[in-house]
Each structure stands twice: as C-alpha cells, then as structure tokens.
C-alpha cells in the first residue's frame, strides 16, 4: 500500500470521527441469510442496508433552486453530501449537524425527480426505512380553492399526461363535443375510465399523515404575500382567490406540461374526479410528484422506505387559469401578480411544523409510526403495496 493511499484513509477516518453520530443497530430490514433455491431461474433479489451509516428521521424533497434555498437559510444544513445518481445540476446532499434532517432537489420534471430519488433511496450509505418525506414544492393553483401563497396538502395525485392528444384543429369537426384534445388511454372519449394504465397515474397517500402536517401548518402566520400579490388576486371571483393565503387539503396533479387557461383547467379537473372514482379535488398543478411518489413506491415494496410516511406538500406561486379580465396568453405571457415570494416563504412556514413534531415526538410517536399510520389506503393504482385502492376500476390493461 502506497504511503499516499495510507494518508488518505487517515483522513477519511479522521473526517469521519470528527463527526460522530449516534451509533447504529445492524438494520435487519429485508436482510436475508440465505436465497432458497427456488428450483427455478427466477432468481430475487432481497435488499438490506446493515451497514447505512445516515438514518435521518426527515428528508425535505425540493425539485429546483428557488425551493431549495428557504430550507438552506432555515435551517443548519452544515453537511454536505455528494452521492452517484443525482442531478448534475443539484449533486449535493445537505443535513443537519446530527444528520436528523436532510434535504435533496431531484431537478424539475419527472424524469430527474425519478432519477434522483432513486439515487438516493438505493444508495447505501442512508437507511430510510423510518424517515419521513417532505415533498415541498410551489405550484400553480385553481381560484376556486387556493391563492397566491395558498398551502395545499394532497391525498391523492394525479399524472394527468398520460393520454392521447390530438390538435384543436384535427379533432373539432368530427369531435365537437369533446371539450379539449385529450383522451384516456384505450378510450375513445373523454368520460371513460383508461382501458389501459401504466400504473402511475394515481397515488394516494396517508391521510392522517396529511392530516396532521395540515393542522400544525394552520397554527403557522403565513406570508400572505405582497401588494401586487393581493391586488391580483381581486380580478377574481373566487372567495378562495380573493382571500388571504391559508391552508387547505387538496389535491395535486402532475405534468411536464405547463398549462393554463380555463379550458385545460376544467378538462384536468374532471379527469381528476374521474381516474379517482370522484373522491379527488383538483386544486394544485405541478410537474414531478407522481415521479417521486412511483420510486417511493417501488423502494417499500422492498423494505427500503415507508411509502405511509410521505407528505405531499405544494404552496401556490400562480393561478393555473386567468382571471375573467385576461385570455390566457395574456395572464401567462404578462401577468404582474406580484412574483412567488410567499408561496417560496410558505414552504419552510408551512413545512417547519411537522418536521419539527416529528423530531420532537420521535420516541413516543413518530418512530414506530403507529399513531399516524394510514386508515386509507396507500399506494399506486396497481395495488402494488398490498390492500384494495378506493380508486379505478375492476380491471384494465396493463400498457
């Protein structure tokens, strides 16, 4: 061994015991001795992560700069923490000084936020099996739910992209009682539940879970936003639009698509209620939590992660549709509602409670996860984690 590798190692350790953190029992989850020789070649796999050195007890998701930033001031974020996988333009991981809260930002759109939390649940120096996640995002908000500012916490999401489009000009004389572009997947029309799925066009998560973050985020003083943000919001009808920032449960749809307008807002709100047999509200637009939430599910089946301890969070920085006085071009080319400083603000507002509960309460409550733990059901429209989704339909292809 060279004398330069032996000064390396050196410095590893000495890093490492610089800071120490709370010793760790063996983590026994889905480890498994042996493989039994199943007489076949189906050969699985069984994962485990004994040897984790990070088991933080909250993880914050962040999808872009704007999102990260907040928690980076709030909060003591002094490690820094690079793993294979993550976005090239986010690579870094940070913690806190005990390595109890962590905070990633997968990059925006689906693709990135998948690759991401994949690179982080699979890597092996975290064992997440008990850590809850905070998905902490702006997005854009229906008027008739939410406003500038507004806080919304979801049950249920919806990936709203998966459908056969066609162009206005290509469907209207032959289709005029259509009232968009879009059609579910092995339909033809607009009012029939998706012949077919690709299994990630609903989640739904834990309710009481939800439940609890939107009651500690209500006792919360939220930023109720700037002048130009309360004059916008009086060119609506809404109560909800016209009102101060608050809290709400809601629901969130996912789209690599930014669209507005009302013709698309409405179309979206009835798919909603539609892919979720009516039990969703439609109130908040965003591009990757569909992609997060298919990785979470994944890893639980493994024993990697608690899909029952993920937190849908979304504040709003626009309208996802113009005020009566404006077209939709008009609203989404020049708007001047006042910018996204509040929804930005409400992110850590919003967000800091239940983090701080569950960090608080670990031992008696949050640890062994059982006076929050789901009454609903929980997970993917493919009943992938077990149980009967209150959502769907009795059968349908799988694409």
């Known amino acids: 061994m060279r004398f330069t590798?032996?000064?390396?190692?050196?410095?590893?350790?000495?890093?490492?015991?610089?800071?120490?953190?709370?010793?760790?029992?063996?983590?026994?989850?889905?480890?498994?001795?042996?493989?039994?020789?199943?007489?076949?070649?189906?050969?699985?796999?069984?994962?485990?992560?004994?040897?984790?050195?990070?088991?933080?007890?909250?993880?914050?998701?962040?999808?872009?700069?704007?999102?990260?930033?907040?928690?980076?001031?709030?909060?003591?974020?002094?490690?820094?923490?690079?793993?294979p996988g993550l976005s090239p333009v986010y690579p870094t991981l940070h913690c806190t000084t005990n390595y109890t809260i962590c905070q990633i930002t997968t990059g925006e759109g689906e693709i990135n936020a998948a690759a991401s939390i994949s690179a982080l649940t699979l890597n092996p120096l975290f064992d997440l099996t008990k850590t809850y996640f905070l998905i902490a995002g702006i997005a854009g908000g229906e008027p008739e739910y939410t406003t500038l500012g507004g806080v919304t916490f979801a049950k249920f999401a919806v990936q709203v992209g998966l459908e056969y489009q066609f162009a206005y000009e290509d469907y209207i004389e032959t289709e005029s009682n259509w009232t968009s572009g879009y059609v579910p997947y092995g339909t033809e029309d607009q009012d029939t539940y998706p012949g077919n799925v690709y299994g990630t066009e609903v989640f739904e998560?834990?309710?009481?879970?939800?439940?609890?973050?939107?009651?500690?985020?209500?006792?919360?003083?939220?930023?109720?936003?700037?002048?130009?943000?309360?004059?916008?919001?009086?060119?609506?009808?809404?109560?909800?639009?016209?009102?101060d920032a608050k809290v709400v449960k809601c629901d969130v749809l996912t789209?690599?698509?930014?669209?507005?307008?009302?013709?698309?807002?409405?179309?979206?709100?009835?798919?909603?209620?539609?892919?979720?047999?009516?039990?969703?509200?439609?109130?908040?637009?965003?591009?990757?939590?569909?992609?997060?939430?298919?990785?979470?599910?994944?890893?639980?089946?493994?024993?990697?992660?608690?899909?029952?301890?993920?937190?849908?969070?979304?504040?709003?920085?626009?309208?996802?549709?113009?005020?009566?006085?404006?077209?939709?071009?008009?609203?989404?080319?020049?708007?001047?509602?006042?910018?996204?400083?509040?929804?930005?603000?409400?992110?850590?507002?919003?967000?800091?409670?239940?983090?701080h509960d569950i960090l608080h309460n670990w031992e008696t409550v949050y640890e062994k996860g059982q006076k929050y733990s789901s009454k609903n059901y929980v997970g993917d429209i493919l009943n992938t984690l077990g149980g009967t989704p209150d959502f769907g339909k009795s059968s349908f292809d799988i694409a």
């Open 255 to 355: 789209s690599d698509n930014y669209f507005t307008g009302n013709v698309l807002n409405d179309y979206f709100s009835e798919l909603t209620k539609l892919m979720t047999n009516g039990s969703a509200t439609y109130c908040s637009t965003a591009q990757e939590d569909n992609a997060s939430l298919e990785v979470f599910t994944r890893l639980d089946k493994y024993g990697l992660v608690d899909f029952d301890r993920v937190i849908v969070m979304r504040t709003i920085s626009d309208f996802s549709r113009p005020p009566p006085s404006m077209s939709a071009t008009d609203y989404f080319f020049n708007r001047t509602d006042g910018g996204i400083e509040a929804s930005l603000d409400n992110l850590v507002i919003a967000g800091t409670p239940i983090i």
């Open 5 to 83: 590798t032996l000064v390396s190692l050196a410095a590893t350790f000495t890093s490492i015991l610089s800071f120490p953190i709370e010793k760790r029992a063996i983590n026994v989850t889905a480890i498994a001795e042996e493989i039994p020789d199943s007489g076949d070649d189906d050969i699985q796999t069984s994962y485990g992560k004994p040897f984790a050195v990070y088991q933080p007890k909250a993880f914050i998701v962040s999808m872009f700069e704007l999102e990260r930033d907040p928690w980076l001031k709030a909060m003591d974020f002094v490690h820094n923490i690079t793993i």
């Open 205 to 243: 998560v834990n309710e009481k879970l939800r439940d609890r973050a939107a009651f500690l985020a209500s006792n919360a003083t939220l930023n109720n936003g700037n002048t130009l943000n309360k004059k916008f919001r009086k060119l609506y009808n809404e109560t909800a639009a016209r009102g």
